[in-house]
């Protein structure tokens, strides 16, 4: 069974820093992509970054480019989300997924 986990979220100021994880299970890690997606309230579930864990590369989302880092450590079947420079509009739940399976999201607040 595919499980992703996710943590790491919390309540932070504008301008603070976040790192979510993604703990995945049940699946070769290796083989896939992964990625972080988050939704406010109010709003539709947008794609923020993914990594293919095989080759390492990236894509993030314009709108955190610059502040967030993905990474993965294959040793750990974990993925990360490094968020710098947090702003307001960043607030969300933020989820992990896979193809075919999400984790149950993680909720970040930035107060300004």
């Known amino acids: 069974e595919v499980q992703l986990v996710e943590s790491g979220g919390g309540l932070v100021q504008a301008g603070g820093s976040l790192r979510l994880s993604c703990a995945a299970s049940g699946f070769t890690f290796d083989d896939y992509a992964i990625g972080w997606f988050r939704q406010a309230p109010g709003k539709e579930r947008e794609g923020v970054s993914c990594i293919s864990v095989s080759d390492g590369s990236t894509y993030y989302a314009d709108s955190v480019k610059g502040r967030f880092t993905i990474s993965s450590d294959n040793a750990k079947n974990t993925v990360y989300l490094q968020m710098n420079s947090l702003k307001p509009e960043d607030t969300a739940v933020y989820y992990c997924?896979?193809?075919?399976?999400w984790g149950q999201g993680t909720q970040v607040t930035v107060s300004s």
């Open positions: 997924t896979t193809p075919g399976s």
